[in-house]
């Protein structure tokens, strides 16, 4: 690497610090917990409750958490306290909702396959939000006369990675824009009452994006008339690493409450306003404590790799999208180290791609992390969202790890055990003797 491709890179990658835990804290949740182990943060997820509940609106807000972000109990009983509501992406979701305390009218589900008990889903008080032509005829067929909510695929996306973007013509989430007489003629078969439109388009933090969907949104507000609500979806940016920032909610928002007081002069009807956040809520309130198994390089022109008791199994965004996590350095023995070493950190599964220090396409790259010992912690930041929820679980049967909650009491309490290894294969059927 040349002298200067590595100065743009240490510029770019500047060493990371912890974000809601001390090294006191990293090396006695070790000490207890074992390590690989998620730990999340009960205070900083009410504090993005609060900050996104403050989204600009001008006619009332809904804030619906997309739970697939993380999906466990503890953090959603959370949320609910909060006053935050549930958007679940399958009817797996909605059950898992419905046993952490919400109601089913606090539940709407928007899903890429079809419930196959939508039927008493919603008779039981679930909201449904028709994602293909398909499933606005069979709601139909089910509920003539009934209310509903569909989501329409504006013609634009956006996304850090054509794997996040979940708009445009390369995305199957929601009805094409073009296809609006085909819904236009299945409401009225059905005589349906379009009381919610919805539009989700991937990650951003450009309000001018931002502008333009809720422009799109609104022009299907105005072509249903039973309209209340207008759902724009979530995918708010959330900086990670130090280089990186976060959306900011008042700036995107503003010009949004803008384009609905524009609406209610022009035709008379007041919307309100639905977000649903899902990393945005949770991604920077959590933390993976892990332990340096081994060190290996590949001399002098190569690479220096660490080597961590956890990977892919755990957290596969790196893999899937190339996507950076902070990794901090914490000695064992309480004495960490101010000299800096560029790393490779990898994972422990037998896969080339389990390597949390890569570029999108796979190629690995350098991580300057204060100097580490085999057997120190590395901590790896922002897993709150999308990585225990989306991970390559049990891949070469690695158990999935344990879950901990520091909460406001300042204390860590486990919320989710470690998997014994016979849970993984309890459910297989031995039919050779």
């Not at 070790?30 to 609060?50: D, H, M, R």
């Not at 899903?111 to 069979?138: T, W, Y």
């Not at 949770?282 to 198994?293: H, R, S």
């Not at 037998?350 to 912690?377: H, L, W």
């Amino acid at each position: 690497m040349e002298p200067i491709e590595r100065f743009i890179l240490i510029l770019m990658t500047s060493i990371e610090k912890l974000k809601f835990l001390n090294e006191g804290q990293v090396r006695s949740v070790a000490e207890n917990f074992g390590t690989p182990v998620f730990v999340y943060s009960q205070s900083l997820i009410e504090e993005k409750c609060e900050e996104t509940l403050k989204f600009p609106n001008a006619y009332g807000l809904s804030v619906r958490y997309a739970m697939k972000a993380n999906p466990n109990a503890n953090v959603l009983k959370i949320m609910k306290k909060k006053g935050i509501l549930i958007d679940a992406s399958s009817e797996h979701e909605v059950y898992r909702a419905l046993a952490a305390g919400f109601s089913h009218s606090e539940i709407m589900i928007t899903s890429q396959q079809m419930p196959k008990d939508l039927e008493s889903l919603v008779k039981s008080g679930v909201l449904f939000n028709a994602c293909s032509l398909q499933q606005l005829e069979a709601y139909g067929k089910l509920f003539p006369g009934g209310k509903i909510s569909i989501r329409f695929n504006p013609g634009l996306g956006s996304g850090h990675t054509k794997k996040a973007d979940v708009g445009g013509a390369t995305s199957s989430f929601g009805i094409w824009h073009e296809k609006i007489e085909e819904v236009k003629e299945i409401v009225k078969k059905y005589n349906l009452n379009v009381h919610k439109v919805h539009t989700h388009i991937g990650s951003g933090s450009d309000p001018e994006v931002w502008k333009a969907v809720a422009h799109y949104t609104l022009e299907y507000a105005e072509i249903f008339r039973d309209v209340s609500t207008v759902s724009l979806g979530g995918g708010y940016k959330v900086g990670r690493m130090e280089d990186e920032k976060t959306t900011d909610l008042q700036k995107i928002g503003a010009p949004v409450k803008q384009l609905f007081l524009d609406f209610a002069e022009k035709h008379g009807r007041k919307l309100k306003l639905e977000i649903e956040p899902g990393t945005y809520l949770i991604a920077l309130c959590g933390a993976m404590v892990t332990t340096i198994d081994d060190q290996v390089d590949t001399g002098s022109k190569g690479f220096t790799f660490l080597k961590l008791d956890a990977g892919m199994d755990s957290n596969t965004r790196p893999s899937l999208y190339g996507a950076r996590h902070p990794l901090v350095t914490v000695s064992k023995s309480g004495q960490t180290s101010s000299e800096v070493k560029d790393y490779v950190v990898v994972g422990h599964c037998c896969e080339s791609g389990d390597v949390f220090t890569q570029k999108e396409g796979g190629e690995p790259i350098i991580r300057p992390m204060a100097k580490a010992n085999t057997g120190d912690y590395v901590v790896m930041e922002a897993v709150g969202a999308y990585c225990s929820a989306m991970s390559t679980k049990n891949y070469n049967s690695f158990p999935e790890i344990a879950e901990v909650l520091l909460t406001n009491e300042k204390e860590f309490k486990l919320i989710r055990k470690k998997q014994e290894l016979s849970d993984i294969y309890k459910n297989e059927i031995q039919v050779i003797s």
